[in-house]
């Protein structure tokens, strides 16, 4: 059974930097595809970016050339490296697994992640 932890959020200051980590057990991360997901309040779960298991990436429009994904096999753990934060970035960042086994990998077919991490808060605020 898949397992997410999520870690990295915190409260950072416009402009600034913050690396977010999902830790899986379970499965190995080069064996499904993994999914960043944000919800800010009153808002509907939005797609950040993804990653498949052969290391195909997607970004949504208004965080590419800002966030970066990646995977580190060793520790079993996905990065979103994010740049140039924005208030509009703040919210409860998701990481999700999709084990359909699809070629590549989708940041806007939510129903295809059926295992997700309990989140962790990122807050852009001067």
């Known amino acids: 059974q898949l397992q997410l932890v999520e870690a990295g959020g915190g409260l950072v200051q416009p402009g600034g930097s913050l690396t977010l980590s999902c830790t899986a057990s379970g499965l190995t991360v080069d064996s499904y595809a993994t999914g960043w997901f944000r919800q800010a309040p009153g808002k509907e779960r939005e797609g950040v970016s993804c990653?498949?298991?052969?290391?195909?990436?997607g970004y949504a429009d208004s965080v590419k050339g800002r966030f970066t994904i990646s995977r580190d096999i060793a520790t079993n753990t996905i990065f979103l490296q994010m740049n140039n934060l924005k208030p509009e970035d703040t919210g409860t960042y998701y990481c999700?697994?999709?084990?359909?086994?699809?070629?590549?990998?989708?940041?806007?077919?939510?129903?295809?992640?059926?295992?997700w991490g309990q989140g962790t808060q990122v807050t852009v605020s001067s």
């Open positions: 990653v498949s298991s052969t290391m195909r990436t």
């Open positions: 999700a697994g999709d084990r359909s086994r699809l070629r590549g990998c989708s940041f806007t077919a939510i129903s295809r992640y059926t295992e």
